[in-house]
T-cell receptor
Framework: ETGVTQSPTHLIKTRGQQVTLRCSSQ?????VSWYQQALGQGPQFIFQ???????GRGNFPPRFSGLQFPNYSSELNVNALELDDSALYLC?????????????????FGAGSRLTVL | TQLLEQSPQFLSIQEGENLTVYCNSS?????LQWYRQEPGEGPVLLVT?????EVKKLKRLTFQFGDARKDSSLHITAAQPGDTGLYLC?????????????FGTGTSLTVIP
């Protein structure tokens, strides 16, 4: 059983640029959630993808967008990067059996992509 | 606005001491989860508590879910350096019809040998 893998692990961008982060979900999982984590803080929910559609979004602007592919892998795209976008971006996969879950399902996290915006 | 507040935010203790981390909210949760995150890694699930008043033990770690399902605590007995990490509580409030899974503000624990 493979875990969640994210790429790249580290990257540096400048303000105004665009970035794409990638996530391969754990085998058998059908749902991917993306989180932004500032240093020493708890992860903040960006959005979730279930069956290739966005299924819930946190308080993030539209320049944060995503995709989920038929193999359940996912991408997070951020346009017009700002300094405050510097953070660890975490992907978590889970197995959801319906659109609205109880929240008791296990989230399996990747190691994250560390983005630095200069 | 943080839905789940954790305290303390930082904790530095000597090996062998006991400690308790608190996770509080004004919202009711169907369940709460506790995660531990080490530097350079993603959070790893420690436990899920589901029933109000439930107590779960994982070796030296004891987790409790409040009777009203609005709060939880994590107690570590005889802390060891391997317990060092960021402890996070997380859950989905009953009032939330979406799938937003909230994490707490985190407690950074350092156990000094």
């Amino acid at each position: 059983e493979t875990g969640v893998t994210q790429s790249p692990t580290h990257l540096i961008k400048t303000r105004g640029q665009q970035v794409t982060l990638r996530c391969s979900s754990q085998s058998g999982h059908n749902t991917v959630s993306w989180y932004q984590q500032a240093l020493g803080q708890g992860p903040q929910f960006i959005f979730q993808y279930y069956r290739e559609e966005e299924n819930g979004r946190g308080n993030f602007p539209p320049r944060f967008s995503g995709l989920q592919f038929p193999n359940y892998s996912s991408e997070l795209n951020v346009n017009a990067l700002e300094l405050d976008d510097s953070a660890l971006y975490l992907c978590a996969s889970s197995l959801e059996r319906r659109v609205f879950s109880s929240g008791a399902n296990v989230l399996t996290f990747g190691a994250g992509s560390r983005l630095t915006v200069l | 606005t943080q839905l789940l507040e954790q305290s303390p935010q930082f904790l530095s203790i000597q090996e062998g001491e006991n400690l308790t981390v608190y996770c509080n909210s004004s919202s009711v949760f169907s369940s709460l989860q506790w995660y531990r995150q080490e530097p350079g890694e993603g959070p790893v699930l420690l436990v899920t508590v589901v029933t109000g008043g439930e107590v779960k033990k994982l070796k030296r770690l004891t987790f409790q879910f409040g009777d009203a399902r609005k709060d939880s605590s994590l107690h570590i007995t005889a802390a060891q350096p391997g317990d060092t990490g960021l402890y996070l509580c997380a859950g989905k409030p009953l009032s939330n019809t979406g799938n937003q899974f909230y994490f707490g503000t985190g407690t950074s624990l350092t156990v000094i040998p």
